[in-house]
């Protein structure tokens, strides 16, 4: 069910820019991590405290940049 009342770059677990010509970064919390890569949680708050953390003012809520989890997945994932 879409996140109604919210604007579009809050909706969902994901902040994201507007459009691809802001300079806003992609953060993600752990649910959305899990989303994406299809992990469980556990999984995702491991690559969370691997990353360096994003606070809100304001927010309990700890976020990563989309390009920290990137980098860390393409420096440690090896073949299985």
């Known amino acids: 069910m879409p996140d109604q009342g919210m604007p579009t770059a809050f909706r969902g677990s994901e902040l994201a820019a507007h459009s691809d010509e802001s300079t806003l970064p992609r953060l993600l919390d752990t ?21 360096p953390k994003q606070e809100i003012p304001g ?22």
């Open 59 to 80: 927010c309990k809520r700890l976020f990563v940049r989309r390009s920290d989890v990137e980098r860390l997945l393409a420096e440690n994932l090896k073949e299985a």
């Open 31 to 51: 649910r959305a991590i899990s989303e994406e890569l299809g992990v469980k949680r556990a999984v995702a708050e491991a690559i969370i405290r691997r990353c």
